[in-house]
């Protein structure tokens, strides 16, 4: 069964300063790597998502992720936090083991110091 | 132009009422989900239904109801509701239950049980 694990349940930033949200994953066969963002009472949007192809990913909003297998990481960043990014952060894996059901880490809630 | 749209956006309840959650996709996906955000913001997914039928159901007391009268729509119908049933419910849909599909989800519904 994958599973994923989100490392520090909150982080803040300030304005101009690097994002960093970790997330490791454990999955017994090739994953799927998803990162989500929700913004205060709102529903979640797809920032990016690995599907093996380009280990670098980028997403919307400057973020990108790299997935590194050795690591089992799929870390997500952004070089420069701006007041808008403040918001719950979810790193999500699938795979075949699970029938490519998505399953979520706990969130990392971001937030920007001005 | 709602994507994924729910209703009602709140819900609050009484314990041992029923109620209803309408979820509505105007993007023409095949699949549709249930998800239930817990007070700690843990996401899991409760069921899926591809092209009105149930393809996903996760360990949810049958309390619990989905219904699709159409691939556009996936409702949820709750009965005797309990305490542990306030959550904030979404809705989300997928062109197809592939790994690396992208889920769009709805903005949620809040709901209390008093």
């Keep these: 069964a994958q599973s994923v694990t989100q490392l520090g349940s909150h982080v803040s930033v300030s304005e101009g300063a690097l994002v960093l949200l970790r997330c490791n994953y454990s999955s017994s066969v ?6 989500y963002v929700q913004y205060p009472n709102q529903g979640l949007q797809l ?3 690995y599907t093996s192809a380009a280990t670098l990913v980028k997403g919307i909003n400057g973020f990108e992720a790299e ?9 997500l960043t952004k070089p420069s936090a701006h007041m808008s990014d403040a918001a719950e952060y979810f790193c999500a894996v699938s795979d075949l083991s699970n029938d490519y059901k998505l ?3 706990a969130g990392t809630t971001v937030t920007v110091r001005a | 132009d709602t994507a994924v749209s729910q209703t009602p956006k709140y819900l609050v309840t009484q314990m ?7 979820c509505e996709q105007n993007l023409g996906h095949d699949t549709m989900y249930w998800y239930k955000q817990d ?11 591809n092209n009105k039928e149930l393809i996903i159901n996760e360990t949810v007391p049958n309390r619990f109801s989905p219904k699709s009268p159409d691939k556009a729509h996936l409702n949820l119908h709750i009965n005797s509701l309990e305490l542990g049933d306030s959550a904030v419910y979404f809705c989300a849909s997928s062109q197809e239950t ?13 709901l209390t049980v008093l």
């Design chain 1, 30 to 35: 090739p994953p799927y790597l998803f990162w």
């Design chain 2, 16 to 22: 041992g009422n029923d109620k209803s959650i309408k």
């Design chain 1, 67 to 75: 997935f590194k297998k050795s690591e089992t990481s799929f870390h």
């Design chain 2, 39 to 49: 007070s700690k913001k843990f996401l899991k997914i409760m069921f899926s239904y």
């Design chain 2, 98 to 110: 592939t790994s690396t599909d992208t889920q769009y989800f709805g903005p949620g519904t809040r």
């Design chain 1, 47 to 49: 920032l990016l998502k």
């Design chain 1, 103 to 105: 399953s979520f880490g």
